[in-house]
């Protein structure tokens, strides 16, 4: 399967021959790079509902490993993606906060996946949202966002250890900034969701 850039990349319409339109969430902490994923990979203008950090939010909003983040999402990200195939990813960005559980949940409805962002430099901070994305029962793909100060010496059977990943789960690096890098992620995912649900039991 390939990444397939629409033919009206600068327009809101579909692109023609698409089939299956698939709803999936990217999720993550606080800070992990889901908004520039989205940017990174949408075929069409990406809907941001971001607000600047204010005093407030600061004895809610660990900023431990993100000092640089100036402004957080407070509802969603969207944004669409073609696929070869037919196949049209509506793509989810759901807030990392705890404060944000209901609206996660509302968010959640319909999805048929999730691509969980981490990052390295701070593993615990996941722990929280793939509860979520367990309890909700979707499938899902890790990706390991590569900031350029993230730890290397770990392996990915470490890795895997510290989130307590069962081994059928995708995991993978990449680059949220990166198109190619992203829709690699994106790719891992629907490939997995593929798997758990071949043609024939569609």
Not at 26 to 39: E, N, Q, R, S
Not at 81 to 93: A, D, K, M, R, T
Not at 116 to 121: H, I, K, N, Q
Request: hydrophobic residues 40%; negative net charge; contains cysteine.
């Amino acid at each position: 399967m390939a990444f397939a850039p629409s033919s009206t990349t600068s327009g809101m319409h579909l692109p023609d021959g698409a089939r299956d339109l698939v709803k999936i969430l990217v999720a993550g902490p606080f800070g992990v790079g889901k908004t520039t994923l989205i940017d990174s990979v949408s075929e069409i203008r990406p809907l941001h509902t971001e607000e600047r950090l204010s005093e407030a939010s600061a004895p809610v909003d660990d900023l431990a490993g993100i000092r640089d983040k100036a402004t957080t999402t407070v509802a969603i990200d969207f944004g669409r993606i073609s696929l070869n195939g037919g196949i049209v990813l509506y793509l989810f960005g759901t807030p990392g906060q705890e404060r944000f559980r209901s609206l996660w949940e509302d968010i959640a409805y319909g999805a048929l996946g999730a691509l969980v962002l981490v990052d390295s430099r701070r593993i615990d901070a996941s722990f929280d949202v793939l509860g979520l994305v367990e309890e909700s029962g979707l499938p899902y793909a890790v990706a390991f966002n590569a900031f350029p100060d993230a730890p290397g010496h770990y392996t990915e059977d470490q890795l895997r250890a510290a989130l307590d990943l069962e081994p059928d789960t995708p995991m993978v690096t990449c680059d949220a900034r990166d198109t190619n890098s992203s829709v690699d992620a994106l790719l891992a995912l629907v490939q997995h969701l593929i798997d758990r649900h071949p043609p024939e039991t569609r």
